[in-house]
């Protein structure tokens, strides 16, 4: 995109009294306080101005760069929306209850988190048992609970147990999407027009969920599309659970306003799955003495980390290229010396190892079909970083 260079009040001001002087052929005076240079003061000040009114308009005109109430706008256009997060919503069982009902809006609280939940509606008691719904206090990932989980009663209350235990999960609590996620995600939808059941449709079927970042699409064998939904975080964070699974299944059979299924074709076939993580490791040796800190260890973690979450495997069909598939040691090596030359003490290594799923890789390794990778060990001089 091409930039739109400003020019400064004084370039406006040399340029507006050049011309003057070159259209009359008579030079304005000295002083600042003349009349001509005066003016030609204020008409550089407004027109700078308009420069930078135009080019924040020039801005808006592209998805990449405009306002995010301006990328509102051309998501609403296209049908999509900015996450907003969700809460958590769970079953809690209460047992040895000798109340009749359990109260809405009765709070318990993760005794890990210290997060409030409540009851969404009154519960009745059956044989000193009782399911309550409750949903978390606020949005995010901070809410979710698993199974078994043990969340304790807010206050004192005459029949009902000092704490209960999760049995079901019926929504994962989820952060609110951020600006530049969305941003990726209107992007792509402009990119990719629907069509009715292509690749194209299943990844933008699976991102609406909150808490999924991506989805791979195949169609493997027998006609079954399967697609790997990827949640968001780093390394194996990003293995979505069950719930959420079931969430992107529901989310391509139907739209979220349909009563119906109205967006998976009707003789399809389809099978939702968690990613493969493909185990990596990393051994640094050689590494001088002073560049041995703690920070540079932290940092050149980072990095590969970093490196290793960007990669995910070739999909022709979404313009997922194969250099993205590829884990290259030559790059490993380079992000590890890039880290390690400019840190605040720095230094030089000998050589990089990489090992993927146990095999030594000596210069590239391609990620197959559904697959992520995750650095599960990295060693630094033969001590773990």
Request: charged share 15%; net charge negative.
């Amino acid at each position: 995109m091409a930039k739109l260079e400003m020019p400064t009040v004084r370039d406006l001001y040399d340029s507006f009294i050049t011309d003057y002087e070159s259209r009359t052929g008579a030079l304005t005076g000295l002083l600042r306080s003349a009349f001509v240079r005066s003016f030609g003061w204020v008409f550089a000040g407004l027109t700078v101005l308009c420069y930078r009114y135009g080019r924040w308009i020039y801005l808006q005109m592209f998805i990449t760069t405009c306002s995010i109430d301006a990328l509102r706008q051309y998501g609403y256009r296209v049908g999509i929306d900015q996450k907003d997060g969700s809460t958590s919503v769970v079953t809690l069982r209460l047992q040895g209850v000798s109340a009749i009902t359990v109260a809405a809006g009765t709070s318990f609280v993760n005794p890990v988190t210290g997060l409030v939940y409540k009851t969404t509606v009154e519960t009745p008691v059956l044989s000193g048992i009782a399911d309550c719904i409750i949903t978390s206090s606020v949005q995010g990932n901070i809410g979710i609970l698993n199974i078994g989980d043990v969340l304790t009663l807010g206050s004192p209350r005459l029949g009902l147990p000092d704490s209960g235990t999760v049995t079901d999960v019926t929504t994962e609590g989820a952060d609110a999407e951020t600006d530049a996620t969305y941003r990726q995600r209107v992007q792509a939808r402009y990119r990719m027009k629907a069509q009715g059941g292509s690749f194209e449709d299943y990844w933008l079927w699976a991102t609406e969920v909150d808490g999924i970042r991506d989805a791979f699409p195949y169609v493997i064998n027998g006609g079954v599309v399967t697609v790997f939904a990827v949640a968001d975080g780093s390394g194996a964070d990003r293995l979505p659970t069950t719930e959420k699974l079931q969430e992107v299944e529901a989310a391509i059979r139907q739209s979220p306003d349909s009563l119906v299924y109205d967006r998976q074709p009707v003789q399809s076939h389809l099978n939702v799955l968690a990613p493969i993580f493909i185990p990596v490791t990393v051994a640094i040796t050689g590494l001088t003495i002073n560049a041995l800190t703690a920070q540079n260890k932290a940092d050149v973690k980072e990095a590969i980390i970093n490196y290793l979450d960007s990669r995910r495997p070739q999909i022709p069909a979404l313009n997922y290229p194969a250099v993205d598939a590829t884990l290259s040691v030559l790059a490993m090596s380079a992000v590890a010396s890039d880290i390690f030359t400019n840190a605040d003490f720095p230094g030089t290594f000998d050589a990089i190892a990489v090992t993927v799923s146990g095999g030594a890789v000596t210069s590239k390794y391609v990620l197959p079909v559904g697959t992520l990778a995750n650095l599960t060990l990295l060693t630094i001089n033969g001590v773990i970083a």
